[in-house]
Every structure is written in C-alpha cells, then in structure tokens.
C-alpha cells in the first residue's frame, strides 16, 4: 500500500489531523490566515516538535532518521530560504541537468540557475524551490503556498507541471489560499479553521 | 635585583591625572566626572580587595583554599560569557553553555602549564596557580563570548536558509557548518591579532610586569611567549566547546532546529 497516511497528528499549536492521500493524488487544504496551514505541513515534515504517526507506503516516520523521512517527504516553504549567494550552489552537481530541465517546464532559463539568488524576482524563487525539492526525488511534496507570488500565466503553468508530476506518482500536500488550484488539483479537499481541519 | 615598592604618596602623586580628567569633564560639560569618580574607587577597592584575598590564600597554601578562589573565578566568567550574547537559551542554558567551554578550557590548559613547563612545586602552589588561571579566564571568556554570539545571533537570522536544508533531508550538522565555522573563525582571529601585535604595537602586560620586578627582558618574553600559546590554545578550545554544546542545544533526537529555546534580550 502506498501513499502517505496521517493519523493523531498534534502538537501543543494544532491538531489533531487525520488524513490520507494515495499515490498520484493531491490534498488541498484551504483556509485563512493563521488558521495553522504552515504548521500542519512543518508537522508532517517533523519540522516542529509533534506526536502522531505518519506513514509514506510502509515506512513509518519514527522508523527511519529525521533527514531520511525528509528527503522522503520534502517541505517547501512560502517563502524559501537559500544559503549560498548563487543559484547553482543549491543543486548538488548530479542533479544539475535534471534541474534545468525542470525549471525549464516551469518557465525558467538556464541563466535563472547559474545566476545569484539576490537577483531573482519572488516568483522566480518560488519556482526554483520547487525544482531544488524535485530533483531531489521525494515520494511526497508538501507545498505551501507554492503559487502566492506567480502572476496568472505562471500559476497555470504551475499547476499543469504539478498535474503532470501527480501522474508520475507523486503525492502532494497542497496548502493555499488560491481555491481555483485547490480545486483544479486536489483529489482530497480539507479546511482549516482554528488549528484543525473543519468537519 | 629587588621590585622598587610604591609607597600611598606614589600612588597619589599619580591619582593627581585622574583629578585632572575630572577637571577636564566639568569644564568642557563631558559629564563624566561622576563615572570616573565611581570607576576609580571602584577599581582601587577591587584592586586592592584582591591584595589582601591572594595575600590570604598565598600565605595560607591551602589547595582547598586555591581551589575555591579558581573556582568562583570562574563561575563569574561564565556568567559573563552567558550574558553578553543578544540572544540566549531558554531555563538558563547560557550559563550551562558558558560554564561547560570556560571550566574546560581553562582547567585543561592551566593544568597543563603547571605540569609541564612551569612545574611549581607543589604544581598547584597558588603564587601561580591563581594569577594563570586569571589571565587564561580573560582569553577563555573572550573566545567563547564572540563564538557563543555568533551562533546564537547566526541561527536565529539564517532560519529560514537552515530550515531549507534540513527539510530538503540534509542533516542539522551540514545545515549548520557554515553558522559554526563562521563562529569559530570570528572567535579564533583577537587571539591571533594578540600574537601578531605582541611585541609590537604592544608590550604585553605580564612581560612589562616581569621587567619592572627585576626579570631579564628574554626570560620576561620567553614567559610571554609560552602565556601567548597558553592563550591561544585555550580561547580557541573554549570556542570550539561553545560551538559544539550550543549547536547540541539547538537542535533534537528529530533534528530540528529548536528556536522555540531562544529568547531575545531585551534591548535598553
């Protein structure tokens, strides 16, 4: 059985959450500001302090090393962070041409990748986040807010690239304030209100 | 040759340019006078305090005695390293980081020179046992002061840049190495510029000490010599202490980075 199974997921901030998503499927959660979106994909990424179980197919998150569970289940953040001045820096050399072929589905140039972090745009950060998660081959990505800088034509390219990955297999955590992508890509749909999902 | 000895009317005749700098804050409005005043009798008291309390353990030769005056030496230089930091660990973390790197440092260092090259008998005789172990708490406070900041400071601003790598599964040592190195580095380079210098652009303290007691000027640098090693030595190891048991406390068993067990001073 594959696909990422949560159950009495909480932390003394939220929870707690049941969920469970099958290979190739997408959970968009929606919900306002501050109604704990972030916390619940940094809790499935064992980010912050957090009880529960959490499964990805058979492997079981305690079972196996924080770093190990994830590289398995990769967090991209709203607003990720880098550290090093250039781009290229952020991909280990293997990877590299799986890099540049992602990004170029996403609207990226190769120049985007040999050049330095403080020179791109917002969006071009967001974008490039979701191809350092990628080429590092996780079974499942928990995205937040992965589309909240893209203007209209990048969101659409997005979601397509993020569609075609989901028939690859991947599992997607999906957390957004966008209900049109929450609706285009999500197979399982929560909302969140005060730090729990609403019945 | 013996120590010429200063009588009280030496040491007036030279208080005179401490009025002097009194005068000079009144008449040009510095409003310093009043701090001056408290500094000088501050520091002439605690001068003079510690006279008499070496005196006291000198004579006596006690090693429970030296032990205890070593000790509380260094209690209140890793209360000095625990709170200079602009950031600091939750339920007083910062005095276990600090007392770990100042206590093992110095107690290393200063047990080696004194059974290895100074070899007093007893090796504990307090004429030098105390005042070595002073001068290497001021280098050990300083290293571990600067790493503890680093860290400290560094986590707390690099967060997002740490939490990348680790949610991307690289483990919280590699997330960290840049922030240790970087603290490590900033703590080792005023013991380096110290032995640059040394010499130089300054005479050492203890060296200009020896001298004015009678010593020959090359047996004085020789003993500067080995204090620069000494000092060199134990300022990097209590950086590299600090750095390795303020890194363990900021992380878990999941490693993740725990700044939930930061506070931030606050600033006056």
Redesign the interface.
């Known amino acids: 059985m594959t696909g990422l199974r949560i159950h009495g997921l909480r932390s003394a901030l939220a929870g707690p959450f049941e969920l469970e998503v099958n290979a190739g499927e997408c959970a968009a959660v929606t919900g306002p500001s501050g109604s704990g979106k972030s916390l619940f994909l940094r809790m499935i990424a064992d980010l912050d302090p957090n009880e529960g179980e959490v499964a990805l197919g058979d492997v079981a998150r305690g079972s196996v090393p924080a770093p190990d569970w994830r590289r398995r289940a990769v967090y991209v953040a709203a607003e990720p962070g880098w550290w090093d001045p250039r781009v290229e820096a952020h991909f280990r050399r293997q990877d590299a041409e799986a890099a540049v072929a992602l990004a170029e589905t996403l609207g990226l140039t190769e120049a985007h990748l040999s050049g330095e972090v403080s020179r791109l745009s917002t969006g071009e950060r967001q974008r490039l986040a979701l191809v350092r998660a990628l080429v590092r081959g996780p079974e499942a990505l928990l995205l937040d807010e992965p589309t909240g800088a893209l203007d209209r034509a990048s969101v659409v390219r997005a979601a397509a690239f993020l569609a075609q990955r989901k028939r690859d297999g991947l599992i997607v955590v999906l957390v957004t304030h966008d209900e049109d992508l929450a609706a285009q890509l999500g197979d399982v749909r929560r909302r969140m209100q005060d730090r729990r999902f609403a019945v | 040759m013996n120590p010429i000895l200063l009588t009280a009317p030496d040491l007036l005749t030279a208080a005179s340019l401490i009025v002097l700098d009194g005068a000079l804050s009144i008449a040009l409005h510095l409003d310093l006078h009043w701090r001056l005043a408290v500094a000088t009798a501050r520091m002439v008291v605690q001068l003079l305090l510690v006279g008499f309390v070496l005196r006291l353990v000198f004579a006596r030769a006690d090693p429970a005695l030296t032990l205890l005056v070593v000790l509380v030496m260094t209690a209140i230089a890793a209360r000095e390293v625990a709170a200079r930091p602009a950031w600091r660990f939750a339920r007083g973390g910062n005095l276990i980081v600090g007392g770990a790197a100042v206590a093992s440092a110095t107690a290393l260092t200063s047990i080696l020179a004194l059974t290895t090259a100074i070899r007093p008998t007893p090796w504990y005789d307090p004429h030098y046992a105390v005042p070595l172990t002073g001068i290497i708490l001021g280098n050990v406070l300083n290293g571990a002061s600067i790493a503890l900041d680093g860290i400290l400071g560094g986590v707390a601003q690099?967060?997002?840049?740490?939490?990348?790598?680790?949610?991307?599964?690289?483990?919280?040592r590699l997330?960290t190495r840049?922030l240790r190195a970087d603290s490590l580095r900033r703590a080792m380079l005023p013991a380096i510029n110290q032995m640059s210098a040394a010499g130089i652009i300054t005479l050492p303290g203890i060296m200009t000490g020896q001298i004015i007691a009678g010593m020959d000027p090359l047996e004085a640098a020789k003993y500067q010599i080995l204090l620069m090693f000494l000092l060199t030595g134990a300022s990097a190891l209590a950086a590299v202490v600090t750095v390795v048991v303020a890194g363990r406390r900021l992380t878990?068993?999941?490693?993740?980075?725990?700044l939930?067990r930061l506070r931030e001073r606050r600033r006056t």
Request: glycine share 8%; proline share 4%.
């Open positions: 690099q967060r997002a840049a740490i939490e990348a790598r680790l949610a991307l599964g690289d483990p919280f997330a840049a878990d068993g999941r490693e993740r980075l725990r939930d």
